[in-house]
Nanobody, 124 residues
Framework: QVQLVESGGGLVQAGGSLRLSCAAS????????MGWFRQAPGAAREFVAR??????????YYTDSVKGRFTISRDTAKNTVYLQMNSLKPEDTAVYYC???????????????WGQGTQVTVAL
């Protein structure tokens, strides 16, 4: 079982950038497909990005609304996954969660371990 802790959220103006971090412990992040999800008040938790398992070649996937703006990456030495968010929009406002899965996909029910979440607020 891997433990995950998100950080890096905050208040940013539209068009600005934030980098979220997901620090893992107990297991290496390279053992999992790692995903970022977000949830706005009253909305369902939705997929944002994921990165495939492995310590060498990896693949990344994004929901359409963040393609070209967000980048997921992994630092195996630090056992940390990142979400670089650029050109932020008010509709990006949500609590962001990192999660780990043995099999991956876009469905949050397929992810076994979750962080506590970090708030991202994008103002006009």
């Amino acid at each position: 079982q891997v433990q995950l802790v998100e950080s890096g959220g905050g208040l940013v103006q539209a068009g600005g950038s934030l980098r979220l971090s997901c620090a893992a412990s107990g297991r290496p992040v390279s053992s999992y497909i790692m995903g970022w999800f977000r949830q706005a008040p009253g909305a369902a938790r939705e997929f944002v990005a994921r990165i495939t398992r492995g310590s060498s070649s990896t693949s990344t996937y994004y929901t359409d609304s963040v393609k070209g703006r967000f980048t997921i990456s992994r630092d195996t030495a630090k056992n940390t996954v990142y979400l670089q968010m650029n050109s932020l929009k008010p509709e990006d406002t949500a609590v962001y969660y990192c999660a780990a899965s043995l099999y991956g996909g876009d469905n949050p029910s397929k992810y076994d371990s979750w962080g506590q979440g970090t708030q991202v607020t994008v103002a006009l």
